[in-house]
Nanobody, 126 residues
Framework: LQLVESGGGLVQTGGSLRLSCTAS????????IGWFRQAPGKEREGVSS????????YSADSVLGRFTITRDNARNTVYLQMNSLTPEDTAMYYC????????????????????WGQGTQVTVSS
């Protein structure tokens, strides 16, 4: 079971990136998926999450109105569209999965998730 993130890179302030999280060895349609990030010297924080059954989404206050999480079950992929990026968004971004049947009470908490990808780096220049 593997999650692979892609789409990171270097972008200027105000720019956009779309991150992808693709599953290998299992199908994402029965999993809740979260995006997390960790900046140098900081703890990992939850960014956005999307549930399996109803596609309910949750986002941190710091990204509301700028980041959008979506899923394409046919492509076995979850996306994180990031707009209006600022240097404060610079971090390693990770996706994580937990089976929907287990549920979650705090969609943006690390402890809720079982499987993690290796991350993709996002750097926003000023």
């Amino acid at each position: 079971l593997q999650l692979v993130e892609s789409g990171g890179g270097l972008v200027q302030t105000g720019g956009s990136l779309r991150l992808s999280c693709t599953a290998s060895g299992f199908t994402l349609d029965s999993y809740n998926i979260g995006w997390f990030r960790q900046a140098p010297g900081k703890e990992r924080e939850g960014v956005s999450s999307i549930s399996s059954n109803e596609g309910s989404t949750y986002s941190a206050d710091s990204v509301l109105g700028r980041f959008t999480i979506t899923r394409d079950n046919a492509r076995n992929t979850v996306y994180l569209q990031m707009n209006s990026l600022t240097p404060e968004d610079t971090a390693m971004y990770y996706c994580a999965a937990v089976p929907e049947r287990l549920g979650y009470r705090d969609p943006l908490a690390e402890y809720e998730y079982d499987f993690w990808g290796q991350g993709t780096q996002v750097t926003v220049s000023s």
